[in-house]
């Protein structure tokens, strides 16, 4: 049986397309043209079929992942010799997928800036399908349109997208309603236009516009990507596949909300889940109506739960057009930016959280850190004085267990292990690598480790191995500076420790100032598991550790 690598085919235009579900798993068999995983740029989804009948050794992508035509997806072993053992593309089926809109072939004269009007949209050339159906309308009369910005969706059996408007104006007329099928050259709507609203400059062939009467500038749309991929996206299929049925648009707005697709209602066309459909489920949620299955399985015990946020009573965000006060450059976040700010806002909404700041005198600990590197300036590990905190936060931890707990319903679960993660500032965001058994390892060994996943952190290449299973975090600013902050605690943890730059100050010794290498801390923990006395002796007896590390040993 040969084992053959599924490489993604042709996909048109796009240069590279976000991996946002899989739909296979090692070990399933799939049958050929099965679809193995779902790609989708801004404008549409599209599934990438399996070239082969057998069953998945390996995948090679993850959610997230940015593939492009040829990227090995998955290792599949093919059932008898239905294939030749050489890397292949998935069938280079069918289309496609809508698309940023091409400039139309315009002629000059509606290319140029348009006088106000009424400005006919029509359908673009989309691919070698016919009759396609309409199955959502994301606009209604009145609304502002702006250029480029999504009408409809429409969807054949192998692929849903996106019609863009071909101009800017105000929507006056739609012409199509949800269940029309439509096809290449049909008017979509007319708009109002406003002048030097209209497509550029044309591009890229498409379907032959009439010029335009006097009044009306009559242009067609050139929506096309050069078909290719796959059995896409099936409606009928996919919920058997237990996957949401949704459009692009409606993918990527509840992405931005951080709303589970397959757990909303569609009340759409054949169970489509529409815009309004996510706006109705996150209403419900923020009313407490609804709570989500992560909710569920996160809820802490009632009496100290903090509940889906509802009983906040939030306010909407404030949308504010910023261009309107200058000249803006807008940038999507980073994958992790967004998966980090949905935890800390998570951690910062639900822990009741407290800061404690104290001092560590560290003047004779970085005397010795100091002379221990310059003792061994030849093995090329650096003793860093973040290392030291991790070794005195385990003593610290060992002696006030409570903070090294989580809480799991109405329990507390006192670990007997003292895993310690770090903050760890990289390109891509803040990452959180774990130091394993700290307690078993000394300040060498730890310093070593922390340069080697600080550098896989940076590098994008730690495991999910190596930032999980921490039960205390430290984050250290004491490189950049700082005096105090207070540090978000990583849940299901109960505590973090903030550190800042050290600095010489006046420490009065009871007859006169000495100059003393002070750190600042800043401890945060959760208050329905430690309260401030046990904070204040956490941080005192931190403090004596930085300050005579031979108390470690006691
Ligand atoms: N006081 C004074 N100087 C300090 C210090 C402190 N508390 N801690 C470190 N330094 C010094 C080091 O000695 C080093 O100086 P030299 O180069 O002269 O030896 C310099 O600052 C740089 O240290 P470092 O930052 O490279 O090493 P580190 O072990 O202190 O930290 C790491 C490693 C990975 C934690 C760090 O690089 C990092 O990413 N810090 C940011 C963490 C962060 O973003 N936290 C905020 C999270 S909340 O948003």
């Not at 799939?30 to 599934?47: H, P, R």
């Not at 006169?512 to 046990?534: C, E, K, N, Y």
């Amino acid at each position: 049986m040969a084992l053959v690598e599924v490489q993604v085919p042709d996909i048109g235009d796009f240069d590279e397309v976000a991996v946002i579900e899989l739909l296979v798993k090692v070990g399933d068999s799939v049958k050929a043209e099965q679809s193995l995983i779902t790609v989708e740029s801004d404008k549409a989804s599209m599934e990438i079929p399996c070239a082969t009948a057998g069953v998945v050794k390996e995948l090679r992508v993850a959610i997230g992942d940015k593939v492009k035509q040829g990227s090995v997806v998955l290792v599949v072993e093919a059932a008898g010799d239905a294939v030749a053992p050489a890397p292949v593309a998935a069938p280079a089926v069918a289309p496609v997928t809508a698309v940023a809109p091409v400039a139309a072939a315009v002629p000059a004269a509606a290319a140029a800036p348009v006088a106000s009007g009424p400005i006919h949209v029509m359908v673009p050339d989309i691919g070698d399908f016919k009759d396609v159906a309409v199955i959502e309308v994301m606009v209604k009369p009145g609304d502002s349109i702006k250029l480029e910005q999504s009408l409809i969706t429409v969807e054949s059996d192998k692929a849903s997208m996106e019609i863009p408007s071909s101009h800017a104006g105000v929507l006056k007329e739609l012409k199509v309603k949800v269940g029309d099928t439509v096809n290449i050259g049909d008017l979509l709507a007319i708009l109002e236009g406003a002048a030097g609203a209209a497509v550029p400059a044309p591009v890229a062939a498409a379907p032959a516009v009439v010029a335009a009467p006097a009044a009306v500038a009559t242009v067609a749309v050139a929506a096309v990507s050069t078909p290719v991929a796959a059995p896409a996206h099936n409606p009928t299929a996919t919920p058997a596949l237990g996957l949401p049925h949704a459009s692009p648009s409606v993918r990527k707005f509840a992405r931005e909300l951080g709303v589970p697709l397959a757990e909303v209602q569609g009340k759409g066309p054949k169970g489509r889940i529409t815009l309004d459909d996510v706006q109705g489920f996150t209403k419900s949620v923020m009313a407490g109506v609804v709570q989500t299955s992560a909710q569920k399985a996160k809820a802490p015990a009632p009496a100290s739960a903090g509940g889906g946020g509802s009983e906040l009573g939030l306010i909407p965000w404030p949308k504010v057009d910023f261009a309107k006060f200058g000249p803006i450059e807008r940038k999507e976040m980073g994958r992790i930016k967004k998966i980090s700010g949905a935890n800390l806002l998570r951690n910062a909404v639900m822990i009741p959280a407290v800061t404690n700041h104290d001092d560590a005198d560290i003047t004779d600990l970085e005397a010795f850190r100091v002379s221990t590197n310059k003792e061994n300036e030849k093995s090329g590990v650096k003793v860093t004085m973040l290392a030291f905190l991790i070794k005195a936060s385990v003593a610290a931890l060992k002696k006030f267990p409570e903070f090294n707990s989580s809480i799991d319903g109405d329990s507390l679960v006192y670990k007997q292990y003292w895993h310690i993660g770090f903050a760890a500032d990289t390109p891509n965001g803040l990452m959180v690598p774990v130091i394993k058994d700290a307690d078993k390892k000394g300040v060498l060994q730890i310093s070593q480790e922390m340069g080697e996943l600080a550098k896989k952190a940076r590098d994008g290449k730690l495991s999910p191995a190596e930032m999980s299973g921490a039960t205390f975090t430290i984050s250290s600013l004491g490189g950049i500076g700082g005096r105090y902050f207070t540090p978000i605690i990583n849940a299901p943890e109960v505590a973090i420790l903030g550190v800042c730059k050290s600095n010489m100050e006046p420490v009065w010794d009871g007859k006169a100032f000495q100059p003393r290498l002070m750190l600042p801390l800043s401890l945060t923990w959760d208050h329905r598991v430690i309260d401030g006395a046990a904070a204040a002796r956490f941080n005192a007896y931190l403090g004596q550790i930085l300050g005579d590390f031979r108390r470690v040993l006691l």
